[in-house]
């Protein structure tokens, strides 16, 4: 857990810049009351946050944090965190959403961007067309939006998955009871695919009238 100010600062920052694009808030999620190195990460985020003044930032302690995102996740819109709490936060955030295999991830604000789902390769149902893959299409999403500047094409997928889900169509983590249809991996893919194509038709038919 050492972090250099520099470090700190450029982490801040992205979460910033992303809160303009968002709801205008940073919620920085820390132990100062117990480890220097989240005194210097509240410090330091503190100062960065003047340079925003657009943005409302509030501070809470990572276990406060736990709490809150299973009892009030929709107070939140940026979390800023280390990579400890991070890791640890994302998991716990899976269980809001049903599934590891529902959350995209983004490593951004380096030379290159790295775009992968959450979750891990699960060799154990490997080719047995059990996989959720949504997780690895918002994925595609997210780098249309932060790396391609694409915001369009990345709602699109967006609204594409929302739509295969809305049917209930689901992979067997998600199953439940309003779901109408268990389907595999690749069945999901070219049901998102398709939404994708029919919305797609809807903007140009849109914009063609």
Known sequence: MVYSVAEIERV?????????????????????????????????????ALDYPEVALDHLYVDACAMHLI???LRFDVILTENLFGDILSDEA??????????PSATIGGAVGLYEPVHGSAPDIAGRGQANPFGAIASAAMMLRYTGHLEQEAEEIEEAIRVVLKAGHRTPDIGGGGTRHIAKTSEIGQLVCDAVDELADMRHDYHAV
């Open 12 to 48: 801040a920052r992205i979460a910033f810049e992303a809160a303009l694009k968002r709801r205008r808030k940073v919620t920085s999620v820390d132990k100062a009351n117990v480890l220097e190195t989240s005194q210097l990460w509240r410090q330091t985020v503190s100062r960065v």
């Open 71 to 73: 009892m009030t996740p």
């Open 94 to 103: 899976a269980a809001i959403t049903g599934s590891l295999g529902m959350l």
